[in-house]
Nanobody, 119 residues
Framework: QVHLVESGGGLVQAGGSLRLSCAAS????????MNWYRQAPGKQREVVAVITDDGGKAYVDPVKGRFTVSIDDAKNTVYLQMDSLNPEDTGVYYC?????????????WGRGTQVTVSS
């Protein structure tokens, strides 16, 4: 059974840092494609960062140079290190995977973790 659990969100001042975690069960992150998403208040959910099935990493322009994705294979956990945070980074952050289970590709989401950046 696939589960994704985000943690590590909180309240931080502008310029500060947070590290989010996404712990997985039921599959291995390694070798799979995953995304970090966020949803700011009043806005649509958007992709923030991507890990490809071969371990490649990509980031959207607003977070390039500030956010870093990494994987701890032993813990089957993906991290999103967020530095130099600004109020525009405020939102609920989610991890997402698409897996070929039950005979078809299926999307899986965590419940999200709140990040609030104050001025």
């Amino acid at each position: 059974q696939v589960h994704l659990v985000e943690s590590g969100g909180g309240l931080v001042q502008a310029g500060g840092s947070l590290r989010l975690s996404c712990a997985a069960s039921g599959f291995r992150f390694s070798g799979n494609f995953m995304n970090w998403y966020r949803q700011a208040p009043g806005k649509q959910r958007e992709v923030v960062a991507v890990i490809t099935d071969d371990g490649g990493k990509a980031y959207v322009d607003p977070v390039k140079g500030r956010f870093t994705v990494s994987i701890d294979d032993a813990k089957n956990t993906v991290y999103l290190q967020m530095d130099s945070l600004n109020p525009e980074d405020t939102g609920v952050y989610y991890c997402w995977v698409r897996l070929p289970l039950a005979g078809k590709w299926t999307n899986y989401w965590g419940r999200g973790t709140q990040v609030t950046v104050s001025s």
